[in-house]
């Protein structure tokens, strides 16, 4: 069997483990006490690795999103902010803003971020102000209407991603 690569180690005792064919290969190359194996399909972390390894379909997403080949990408989820939210508006600013900021310290830095939007947030807010900034920002792919309209997943903008950073109980923890 191949090895699957420099994907750490995994130990578990189970009668039957349920995932996808990659994982289930992937369990059974390692130290795991697991007495059948049922393949149910590609799972959102198995898409999110096939993305990032896949050097072509990799490449042909960046040039999609016209985003050169050797920059780095950073994926940012955030949750939700405001009256509804999980943040504060004055924690939202904050964060919204140190994106902002990082991304505006390094031309090198593209920017794919799916928000759980504006909707509540006042239209004379400072976090109002900032998320416009930021969906505008010429490096910035607001990617969700590229998600709305089913042209791509969330996995996708993942899997491209160099660096994946996720706020406090977003989606991206069970993407």
């Known amino acids: 069997m191949k090895t699957p690569g420099n994907l750490g180690y995994s130990f578990m005792i189970f009668d039957m483990a349920a995932s996808s064919l990659m994982s289930n290969d992937y369990f059974k190359f390692n130290n795991n006490y697991i007495g059948s194996y049922f393949d149910c399909g590609i799972l959102y972390s198995d898409l999110v690795y096939k993305i990032n390894h896949d050097g072509g379909l990799k490449g042909q997403l960046k ?11 950073i ?6 902010i405001g009256r509804m939210g999980m943040f504060t508006e004055e924690e939202g600013f ?27 947030l006042s239209k004379n807010s400072k976090v109002k102000f900032i998320f416009d900034k930021l969906i505008n920002h010429k490096r910035v792919f607001y990617v969700n209407k590229f998600i709305v309209n089913n042209y791509y997943s969330t996995q996708h903008f993942m899997g491209i991603s160099d660096l994946v950073v996720g706020a406090f109980v977003s989606s991206v923890h069970m993407e």
């Open 63 to 73: 040039v999609k999103l016209n985003i050169p080949a050797d920059k780095i990408i």
């Open 75 to 80: 994926g940012f989820f955030d949750t939700g």
């Open 94 to 120: 904050r964060m919204l803003s140190d994106v902002l900021r990082l991304l505006e310290s390094n031309d090198n830095y593209y920017l794919l971020y799916k928000s759980r939007g504006d909707s509540n």
